[in-house]
């Protein structure tokens, strides 16, 4: 099992940037393929990005391709979310998941119901 918590959240102006981090609980973080999702007041909660267990593959939202990347550094147990060049539209909490590494396609790593394991969640809030 494996316990997640975000951290990294807060105000930023549009055009900014935030380094979102994903601290895991375990000695066998490297096993699981790992997600950010986010959730919008009044929305449903959407695909942001995903690194598989070895960080040699990305997946990520069209919303977010170009300015936002995620990776990992299995050493520290740990994941990240660099955003770049924010958007108010991109105001939202954000979450870490998690998921055991087999083989995903493209659609599966976008897909919510697959992952196992949540944080709590950080608050992403940028002004125009």
């Known amino acids: 099992q494996v316990q997640l918590v975000e951290s990294g959240g807060g105000l930023v102006q549009a055009g900014g940037s935030l380094r979102l981090s994903c601290a895991a609980s375990?000695?066998?973080?490297?096993?699981?393929?790992m997600g950010w999702f986010r959730q919008a007041p009044g929305k449903e909660r959407e695909f942001v990005a995903a690194i598989n267990s070895s960080g040699g593959s990305t997946y990520y939202a069209d919303s977010v391709k170009g300015r936002f990347t995620i990776s990992r550094d299995n050493a520290k147990n740990t994941g990240y979310l660099q955003m770049d060049k924010l958007k108010p539209e991109d105001t939202a909490v954000y979450y870490c998941t998690a998921r055991v590494q087999k083989y995903y396609s493209p659609t599966e790593y976008r897909t919510r119901a697959g992952y196992d394991y949540w944080g709590q969640g950080t608050q992403v809030t940028v002004s125009s």
């Open positions: 375990g000695r066998t973080f490297n096993r699981y393929a």
